[in-house]
């Protein structure tokens, strides 16, 4: 069974930072893009940033600058790293992995598997 776990969400005060982890089991990403969307109430799901399988990095205008997407295929696990978090970076995080597309990885119905998410909250 593939499985993609997010973690590393939570309440953060505005300027501050978090690590979200996304870890993989049941198949090897390592060969595949692999991204973050977000989704808060209300809105639709949008792109955050994503990772080709060779280190190509994708971030939406929104958090360039802020965030910092990685991955370690060894361990089939891949990080955002956010700093200078705003209020309106108040969403759900999921993970998605394996886009059918080795580059250009915006597009949320190009992932094949989503984990279940994690709940950032930044407060002003």
């Known amino acids: 069974q593939v499985q993609l776990v997010e973690s590393g969400g939570g309440l953060v005060q505005a300027g501050g930072s978090l690590r979200l982890s996304c870890a993989a089991s049941g198949r090897t990403f390592s060969t595949s893009g692999m991204g973050w969307f977000r989704q808060a109430p209300g809105k639709e799901r949008e792109f955050v940033a994503a990772?080709?399988?060779?280190?190509?990095?994708y971030y939406a205008d929104s958090v360039k600058g802020r965030f910092t997407i990685s991955r370690d295929n060894a361990k089939n696990t891949m990080s955002l790293q956010m700093n200078s978090l705003k209020p309106e970076d108040t969403a759900l995080y999921y993970c998605?992995?394996?886009?059918?597309?080795?580059?250009?990885?915006?597009?949320?119905?190009?992932?094949?598997?989503w984990g279940q998410g994690t709940q950032v909250t930044v407060s002003s």
């Open positions: 990772i080709s399988r060779d280190g190509v990095r």
């Open positions: 998605a992995g394996e886009s059918r597309h080795t580059y250009y990885l915006t597009s949320g119905d190009d992932y094949t598997y």
